[in-house]
């Protein structure tokens, strides 16, 4: 966990279920709602997005918000999965 500007961020790295839009007019992949730990997030904006390789496989990676936090999520070309990979909340909440 980080601290700063009274945002806590948590690295999380587990898989998780995605409901994603593929070939939409705009973009090719859109997340739009994900459940972690037995809750559903609906994902209110996608506030970045990135692609990585790692071998074969491509990376996509999503900054999505709820509204009240931040998540780093992506989705394996490789596997067909997606991983949560952190967390950012404000501390104060």
Do not use: Q
Not at 61 to 89: K, P, Q, R
């Amino acid at each position: 966990m980080k601290f700063g500007n009274r945002i806590m961020t948590t690295e999380i790295h587990e898989p998780i279920k995605v409901g994603a839009i593929f070939g939409d007019y705009k973009k090719k992949l859109r997340p739009v709602w994900f459940v972690w730990n037995n809750r559903k997030y609906d994902i209110k904006e996608i506030t970045y997005i990135w692609t990585e390789k790692i071998g074969k496989a491509s990376i996509h990676h999503f900054m999505v918000t709820d509204n009240a936090n931040l998540f780093d999520i992506s989705y394996c070309t490789d596997t067909l999965g997606w991983t949560l990979h952190s967390v950012e909340m404000d501390a104060r909440a």
